[in-house]
């Protein structure tokens, strides 16, 4: 059998985190933290490139790795322009969108960096992204909003959510393809994705808090007292925009984003934790159940993954609140670094191909 060699780089916001790959074998997966005071030196997260790419190659170095002899290396898909699911070849224009950060900047936004920069450095390497939070596969119908100005966008947590639902179709020993699934990704923050047939037809924003709350995010909130706040005077723009996203939910209903904490003071008498607790599992209870009417209620599974899926009472609780409408599968944590080799072996292999970067310009 031919052995493959992968490096997958998944950089997130206070972590860089990759893995080197011998096909299935993982040989080396490391998380190099960087500090807030290390990255206060960078005015934005595109600055950190040189910083973070360095500390990836120094490790690899210190590790022993022959690192000529990887030629497949992916990186984790960042804010650039919508695309379909899928594997995609790094190219000029995906890295001048993930510069600008068209839709945003995020840490993500250096893994094609990352991954073209090292790719550069190896005769013969390819460098990739796959399933970016940008994934876009919404019907038309989804989309509608209820005034022109406005348009339901797709930002989730593709990779986990399809690789996920592809472990999920493996075990049922069915094709991905040929499967209605909801799968929930529990996390920091919170997305469930109508999976029909290997595309998300539906899908509320995560990037954006909507849909159930999460640890750090606030979920969908009343517009109309969102409207008043604005004008209020008293926040600008960015504070609210925090309110949403990084210090809602947890955060700001019980003073900590550990949803381990949560679940601990729920456990021990803890009325109001327990009361938020069960209040974010009804939301993404209420959101499987708006996915159920994408299906017509014809659902192969329901899957549950990410962080907050080792919480057992939480996912019974889901469970009981939804298990009406299919089998309850739970899938605890997420590896992104194995979804994005996994990724990337299906390209070498020639399974799959790599698409070229073409995307839904906004």
């Known amino acids: 059998m031919t052995e493959y060699r ?9 972590s860089t985190k990759f893995a080197v790959y011998y096909n299935e074998e993982c040989k080396l997966s490391k998380t190099l933290r960087h500090s ?6 960078y005015k934005n997260v595109i600055d950190q490139f040189d910083y973070r790419k360095g500390m990836i190659i120094d490790a690899l170095v210190e590790e022993g790795v022959e690192v000529d002899s990887i030629k497949h290396i992916i990186g984790r898909g960042g ?6 699911s899928g594997v995609y070849q790094v190219d000029n224009d995906m890295l001048a969108h993930a510069r600008e950060g068209v839709l945003g900047q995020h840490a993500s936004n250096l893994g094609p960096l990352i991954a073209d920069y ?7 390497a390819g460098a990739y992204i796959a399933d970016p939070v940008v994934t876009d596969e919404l019907e038309e119908i989804a989309r509608v909003a ?7 966008r797709s930002i989730f947590h593709a990779l986990n959510q399809k690789a996920t639902a592809r472990v999920h179709a493996k075990k049922v020993e069915n094709r991905y393809e040929d499967l209605n699934l909801i799968v929930a990704h529990l996390g920091g923050g919170i997305s469930v994705g109508a999976h029909k047939q290997g595309r998300v037809i539906d899908v509320n924003n995560a990037l954006d808090g909507e849909g159930p709350f999460s640890p750090e995010r606030s979920g969908t909130l009343p517009i109309g007292q969102v409207i008043d706040l604005c004008f209020e005077g008293k926040r600008s723009k960015e504070e609210i925009r925090r309110m949403v996203v990084g210090e809602g939910g947890f955060v700001a209903l019980l ?8 679940e601990e003071r729920a456990e021990n008498g803890d009325a109001e934790a327990k009361l938020i607790q069960d209040a974010l599992g009804y939301q993404v209870a209420k959101i499987i159940g708006e996915m159920a009417v994408v299906f017509n209620g014809k659902v192969d599974g329901i899957l549950l993954t990410g962080g907050l899926a080792y919480n057992k009472y939480l996912t019974d609780y889901i469970r009981q609140k939804t298990g009406f409408i299919s089998e309850v599968f739970v899938y605890p944590g997420e590896d992104e670094l194995e979804a994005l080799a996994m990724n990337a072996l299906r390209v070498a292999r020639g ?4 698409k070229a970067y073409e995307p839904k310009i906004q």
């Not at 209820?146 to 339901?152: D, I, Q, S």
């Not at 399974?351 to 790599?354: C, I, K, L, N, V």
């Open 36 to 41: 807030i005071t290390e990255l206060s030196r």
């Open 79 to 84: 804010l650039t322009y919508p695309l379909e």
């Open 118 to 124: 090292i790719a550069h450095q190896i005769p013969g």
């Open 351 to 354: 399974e799959t191909e790599a």
């Open 146 to 152: 209820g005034h022109p100005k406005f348009e339901r």
């Open 6 to 14: 992968i490096l997958a780089i998944n950089p997130g916001s206070t």
């Open 255 to 262: 003073g900590t984003n550990s949803a381990m904490d949560v």
